[in-house]
């Protein structure tokens, strides 16, 4: 039933509201009976009416006049903040990711808050309350007079008298201990209740702390090392910037990149500025976590997706509450609420983990917070020893100012980079004959050894030696995984989880692992070097961070002389007595069909690298490939990252690729794979472009993607292209509707990913 209309609905406003549904626009309401719309503030959560039930919305602008019959205009039931949730800068931010990836703009918005806010709950801290009723003030005579013959109701009676009639339990704990009972006898006789207040916690509105406050609070912060000219240089340049300023900071590892992070964040806090530091996956940053709760003695909130609800919710409210001054965190923290924000950091800007891959609006952060970071007028620094490609290129052109640490004088000369030729090898295991020997020759003179390897489990292949039977997964074009600890078979891609047999299904004859994963790295370098203590880390050993703290403790400490790991070792560890690092199965990335796939394997390589070497002795890198003379490893022998990149940026600019192009991704899944060529094929002739490329974009396919089949759905894709980012986002813009509405569109599930980091 339909809420009553207001008559004039120009005087009294409208109020446009987005919520949590695939919905593009925003629906238009009345305000309250009573209220202007006026009134109700832009970025508050409203509670609003919606079909037959009630959603959590929230206010994204005013209007004068709607599209719809003011009959129909339904009216808003609840305001439920006071103040914005969502300031005016961080709704600018998010309509902004909403408009640039294309996706409803209530999902953008809702995603950036707690789950319970979401849901409607406060936006404040609550605090339990013993409160004197209305019937117990009536009562005050009586009670004054009963309670002489119950000392402690009486002690509870006047406590709450004495604080006006409302107490928080947490101060009865302090004045009186097992003051509940004589509080339940209280409430049966209707004088006292227990309610929920806000806490008294500083909010957005009243929070008295001064610029002069925090600049007093800055200075608390524990001294740090002297800086070298080349981390002083970059420091004044940030600390100088007059406005919106894109600093790359491109540096090995131990070059000093996080010290010039914390003088930057140092400088921002003693403006009475806030600060936000992205780092690509929180569990694996310890180490970082740790310098910035000992260097600044202020509050610091931590945003990742490990947090439970209630973690979340708190730290979250400690930034929008304006209580910490640091939020630390990962993808989705590019959206704290922090208040004053005078600085970001994006650590390891080039980590693919910045980019949401996994549902929801595919947005990046890196590149999010180079646009908060522009609409605030603030700097934004971007580090890494391995900056990608795009973000080069802004350097070139000018758009990013681009600083180089080199390495320290106290720091070892850069690690020995050289390619084991596996044709020419005995390998055991995986391991060649002169990866083993190295390694025994580290260990013998005191060093500790790294073996990088991105495959974890034991075997990635379960094979029948009589009649070829591949262990298969039931879901998907994979096969599944050999974890031979577990004595289970895994699909790394849905999660199928299998007995490891004994024999062959289908034959019965017996089977045996092909190939390596850390696990079997793990026994090998065992059986090999009995002697030498071993730890790994992949998602197997280490799935919480203080897995993570246990196994990266134990090399820090000595406790292990030997390192095998994924890709989690390349991430934010540093390991001073590692001196040598063995690269297996490089070739991987050699030949993927994917654009990308070059620049993530010179990244991991020389990430890795970055992990070898101490001051008294440099380190040195072994690659094992089959493939010593493919021109990416040459050039990143002879020429390093660098070289890599420059060749990189000349082949992308000749096909027109990111960064000299713009592409996006329609992706489509679907029980059936012929619905889901279905709806990409309809969506490309709704395009318009099915004679070829007009108006500056290409559509390429419908083709299906590297595993067509994945968790039971078949998925294929449709390329857009354009050489200009205007020209796609307006392309998008007029096509997405009509895609919208397609037929074919009921019977898939389908995204657009704009800016897509893989293209397979």
């Known amino acids: 039933m339909s809420s009553p209309a207001h008559s004039d609905t120009v005087l009294a406003g409208i109020l446009k509201v987005v919520i949590d549904r695939p919905l593009r626009t925003a629906l238009d309401y009345l305000p309250p009976p009573g209220c202007k719309a006026a009134e109700l503030p832009v970025g508050a959560r409203v509670r609003v009416p919606v079909g037959r039930g009630h959603a959590v919305g929230l206010i994204t602008g005013h209007a004068s006049q709607s599209a719809m019959d003011s009959s129909r205009l339904r009216t808003i039931t609840a305001l439920l ?55 117990g003030h009536a009562a005050q005579s009586e009670a004054a007079a009963t309670l002489q013959r119950a000392p402690r109701q009486l002690l509870v009676w006047q406590q709450l008298l004495a604080a006006g009639g409302c107490l928080p339990t947490a101060r009865l704990d302090a004045m009186l201990p097992k003051w509940g009972p004589a509080a339940r006898e209280l409430r049966d006789r209707g004088w006292v209740e227990r309610i929920e207040l806000e806490s008294q916690a500083a909010t957005p509105q009243d929070s008295s702390a001064s610029t002069d406050a925090r600049a007093d609070a800055s200075q608390r912060s524990a001294p740090g090392p002297g800086l070298t000219d080349a981390q002083r240089q970059v420091v004044d340049a940030i600390a100088s910037a007059a406005g919106f300023s894109s600093i790359l900071l491109q540096g090995a590892t131990g070059s000093g990149k996080t010290e010039v992070y914390m003088q930057a964040v140092a400088a921002a806090l003693a403006r009475g500025r806030s600060a936000l530091v992205l780092v690509p996956e929180i569990g694996l940053t310890p180490q970082l976590v740790e310098r910035f709760r000992s260097r600044f003695d202020v509050p610091l909130a931590l945003l990742h997706s490990a947090l439970g609800d209630a973690e979340r919710l708190a730290a979250w409210r400690s930034a929008w509450q304006d209580r910490a001054r640091i939020v630390i965190g990962t993808r989705s923290a590019v ?60 350097a070139r052109s000018g758009r990013y100012q681009r600083f180089v640490l080199p390495r320290r004088a106290d720091q070892s000369p850069a690690p020995r980079l050289a390619l084991i030729d596996l044709r020419t ?41 009589s009649c070829g039977w591949i262990a298969p997964c039931q879901s998907c074009d994979a096969r599944l995984t050999v974890h031979q600890g577990a004595g289970r078979m895994r699909c790394h891609h849905c999660g199928a989880d299998e007995p490891l047999p004994e024999r062959c299904p289908r034959c019965g004859y017996g089977v045996k692992p092909v190939g390596q994963g850390t696990e079997r790295v793990e026994e090998t370098l065992t059986s090999a070097f009995p002697q030498q203590p071993l730890v790994r880390l992949d998602r197997d050993t280490a799935r919480s961070a203080g897995d993570i703290e246990r196994v990266t403790g134990a090399v820090l400490r000595g406790e292990a002389r030997i ?8 991430k934010g560890h540093h390991f001073p007595d590692v001196t040598l690092v063995v690269v297996l199965n490089a070739d991987q990335g050699l030949f993927s069909t994917d654009f990308r796939a070059s620049e993530r394997l010179a990244q991991t390589i020389v990430q890795v690298a970055g992990r070898a070497g101490r001051a008294e002795r440099p380190g040195e890198v072994l690659i094992q490939t089959e493939f010593p003379e493919h021109p990416l490893l040459q050039e990143l022998l002879a020429r390093g990252y660098e070289g890599f990149a420059e060749t990189a940026l000349a082949e992308r600019a000749a096909a027109h690729w990111p960064p000299f192009g713009r592409i996006a991704l329609l992706r489509a899944s679907a029980r059936d794979a012929a619905h889901a060529t279905a709806f990409l094929i309809a969506a490309r002739r709704a395009s318009g472009l099915d004679a070829g490329p007009r108006a500056g974009v290409t559509l390429l396919g419908p083709v299906p993607t590297a595993m067509a089949r994945r968790a039971g759905r078949h998925h294929a894709q449709l390329l857009i292209e354009s050489p200009e980012r205007a020209t796609l986002q307006g392309f998008l813009r007029r096509w997405l509707p009509t895609v919208d509405s397609l037929q074919e569109a009921r019977r898939v599930r389908w995204f657009l990913d704009v800016d897509p980091l893989d293209t397979q």
Request: net charge negative; with cysteine; glycine share 8%.
């Open 563 to 570: 390192l095998v790991g994924t890709q989690m070792i390349t």
């Open 425 to 465: 090898q005995a390998v055991h295991a995986g391991l060649s004959s002169a990866a083993t020997q190295a390694i025994e020759r580290h260990l013998g003179s005191g060093g500790q050894v790294l073996v990088y390897i991105n495959r974890r489990g034991f075997a990635p292949t379960l094979l029948c030696t």
């Open 81 to 135: 903040d006071p103040v914005p949730v969502l300031d005016a800068n961080l709704l600018s931010l998010l309509m902004w990711a909403s408009d640039y990836y294309h996706h409803p703009p209530g999902e953008v918005l809702f995603g950036a808050l707690p789950v319970s806010l979401r849901s409607g709950g406060s936006a404040h801290a609550l605090e339990s309350h013993l409160r004197i009723t209305a019937s």
């Open 335 to 394: 959206f704290a609420p922090l208040h004053d924000l005078g600085l970001i950091v994006v650590d390891e800007e080039h980590d693919s983990s910045y980019k949401q891959q996994d549902g929801g609006c595919r947005y990046s952060a890196r590149d999010l917070a180079v646009r908060r970071a522009q609409q605030l007028d603030i700097p934004v620094v971007l580090g890494s020893a391995t900056p990608a490609l795009e973000t080069l290129q802004n």
